[in-house]
């Protein structure tokens, strides 16, 4: 069935992502859904509610990672799985992942609405935890599925509180076993995820999409600087063990070794700084940074750890510190799927769109997704590039793009 102009329901889609939005645990329009929070579970319910109207088979695994299924003509192919997350972090807005998961059960139902008849399923997925807030950790739900984050180093993750994923999880009414949540190599035949961009180019260039060809790779490091406390007028500067002024000096070095490769693709920042005890009068004894670096280049990445690690051992012998480096979690970069891009690419210029190849520096759950199955991402613009704050914004135009060439796409990969 070729699939011309879609009868998108765009208004119906806003409206979706407008009463998502107000299940919030801060006053709309300000966003915020931790996992397993009271918000996050009636945010889950609203949106099954609506895989239930489509006539989608909803199952969930022992995390809460949601699937949504409308089976094809031949179910024992493996599916073609679309999806993204609807947690967000605090202070955020209402497109981010929310736009993958209702933008892709639209382009279910739009494909229903139409009489196609799909020879593979094709499967909608909710990721649990795709936010680090509770846990420190990103793309919880899909780790998991990859097997890339263990039963064992699942069950020791810890929120703020103390709390753990097996009290929380088990409160939240997701049980079975950890080890049930790890999929196949092969459970979906392609997957693709569609998402704001979080980046300027799109509306700065004009153009409706972008199809991603490679997801940089994560790095996080945590660095513990432990120096000496003291009055802040009483002890002075030659004796001094400073450990924020040691933390400044990282920081810096930090910066200067992704500069240093020359290349555009190479970030990284120094996005916590915690200071104790924090008194404007007192002398810092001990600070704890957590450093993010990415790169499509997991070498080139991996340079700059090793160069932030060399900054450290030289500040804490000049400075007479202890410091300690603790590496959370160093991900390969994913490729995105040939296949799957061409799909995009046909799909796109069958409807009219214009569009670029991009570099995803944001990581989401495709790339633990590319661990077990085919992946690629479909980017829409967002106003100002702006995202994860309330002010975040696509049109319904943009929006309306990106679901048309998802659904295109969809049915191609599904015929």
Partial sequence: MTITRPRLRIDGVIAELQALAQISEAQPPVVTRIVFSEADLRARAYVKSLCAEAGLTITEDAIGNTFALWQGADPDLAPIG??????????????????????????????KHLGFKPRRSIELVIFTAEEPTRFGIGCMGSRMMAGVLTPAQALALRDKEGRGLEELRTAAGFTGTLESVVLPAGRFARFIELHIEQGPLLEEEGIDLGLVTHIAAPASMRVLIEGEGGHAGARLMP?????????????????????STGVIDTVATAGVCEVFPG?????????RLETDIRDIDGKRRDRVIEA???ACADVSARRNVTITTELMNADPPATCDPEIFD???????????????????AYHDSLFMARIAPVAMLFIPC?????????????????????????RTLARLAS
Avoid: F
Avoid at 344 to 361: N, P, T
Avoid at 383 to 407: C, F, K, M, N
């Fill in 383 to 407: 106003r100002g590039g702006i995202s994860h704050r309330p002010d975040e914004y696509a049109s319904p135009q943009w929006i309306g793009s990106g679901i048309h060439v998802l659904t």
């Fill in 239 to 259: 004796g001094r063990k400073d450990a924020l002024a040691a933390a400044a000096e990282l920081i810096l070095a930090l910066e200067a070794a992704a500069r």
């Fill in 82 to 111: 679309t999806g993204s997350h609807i947690d967000a972090i605090p202070n955020a807005g209402l497109y981010d992942g929310c736009v993958g998961v209702l933008g892709g059960l639209e382009a279910i139902r739009v494909l």
């Fill in 279 to 287: 008194a404007v009068n007192s002398i810092p004894s001990r600070v």
């Fill in 343 to 361: 799909a995009l690419e046909d799909s796109a210029k069958g409807a009219g769109k214009s569009y670029k190849k991009m570099v995803s520096r």
């Fill in 308 to 310: 932030l690690r060399t």
